[in-house]
């Protein structure tokens, strides 16, 4: 007979219906290879959460830039108040589904976050001279594009780890 429970490291039961997709692999023990798998795993987290602090970290930027428009006595157009906040709200949303959907909003923030900047370079080169602020726009990009790659292989390695835990389960026999 085969046995549908699976036990994890905090005495948590799962039953028949497991849903391998929901199921916390945290708080799960692997051996072997596994473990060094689980192991990635909590370490892509790590830089998936450290791309989640940009994006807010940008969305706090950018509303420093707006209350400084707002309060400054420059006339400025509603077009460019307008994308501040959708600057502010897009980064900020990212930052709250990262979880979720990491490698869909890393991605699309990553691609957003690198328009922008290519934008922005271009309108300071063209105003100033010079582009300001490429060293950040660089670095930025880097930390989104780390937290990216880190969001696609920890799919990759949560799918191994599941594969995994469903053949340990076919192998595990009651005896009745």
């Known amino acids: ?10 005495g948590q039961i799962l039953g028949e219906n497991i849903d391998w997709n929901k199921v916390d692999l945290s708080k799960v023990k692997f051996k072997g290879k596994n473990a060094g798998l689980a192991w ?3 370490q892509a987290k790590d830089q998936i959460n450290r791309a989640r602090w940009i994006l807010a970290a940008i969305a706090g930027f950018q509303l420093i ?3 400084t428009v707002l309060t400054s006595n420059i ?11 959708v600057i502010i709200a897009g980064f900020l949303i990212a930052a709250l589904i990262t979880p979720k959907f990491p490698v869909i909003t890393l991605g ?3 691609l957003f976050y690198l328009l922008y900047a290519l934008l922005s370079t271009a309108v300071a080169i063209s105003t100033t001279g ?4 490429v060293v950040w726009l660089v670095v930025i990009l880097a930390f ?6 880190y969001a696609i292989s920890s799919q990759k390695i949560k799918k191994q780890l599941i594969a995994a835990l469903q053949q340990q389960q076919g192998e595990t026999t009651d005896t009745v």
């Open 1 to 10: 007979m085969r046995n549908t429970e699976l036990l994890l490291d905090d």
């Open 40 to 42: 990635k795993l909590e």
């Open 65 to 67: 830039g707006l209350i």
């Open 75 to 85: 006339p400025v157009s509603g077009l460019v108040k307008g994308a501040y906040i």
């Open 108 to 110: 699309v923030s990553f």
């Open 130 to 133: 010079g582009p300001r602020g």
């Open 144 to 149: 989104l594009g780390v937290g990216l790659y």
